[in-house]
């Protein structure tokens, strides 16, 4: 059975730098592309960034310079380092295992259609 357990996430100020991670198993960590999501209050959810098959990754535009995801092989984890988190990073955090292995998803959109395991997720809240 594939699972996806998040950690990491809290009640931050402001500014500072929070590292997510998302421990997975019960599948060869490496054939899938991987990646993290957001969903606030009342908004849609969003891609992150993504960890691609291959290795090579996707930022969302607002993510790029700020965020920075990685993997760990041999520990199955999927990591998101947020740097200078902002109010409006306030979000339940998910990380998710694409549909298709060793099938990269291209970019520059990274739909959450193209992911089928999901985790519980990880609240992080930002205050100024």
């Known amino acids: 059975q594939v699972q996806l357990v998040e950690s990491g996430g809290g009640s931050v100020q402001a500014g500072v730098s929070l590292r997510l991670a998302c421990v997975t198993s019960g599948y060869t960590f490496s054939t899938h592309s991987i990646g993290w999501f957001r969903q606030a209050p009342g908004k849609e959810r969003e891609g992150v960034a993504v960890v691609n098959w291959g290795h090579a990754t996707v930022y969302a535009d607002f993510a790029k310079g700020r965020f920075d995801i990685s993997v760990d092989n041999p520990k199955n984890t999927l990591y998101l380092l947020m740097d200078g988190v902002k109010p409006e990073d306030t979000a339940m955090y998910v990380c998710?295992?694409?549909?298709?292995?060793?099938?990269?998803?291209?970019?520059?959109?990274?739909?959450?259609?193209?992911?089928?395991?999901w985790g519980q997720g990880t609240q992080v809240t930002v205050s100024s």
């Open positions: 998710a295992r694409a549909r298709k292995p060793r099938v990269p998803i291209p970019g520059p959109m990274i739909p959450a259609l193209d992911f089928d395991i």
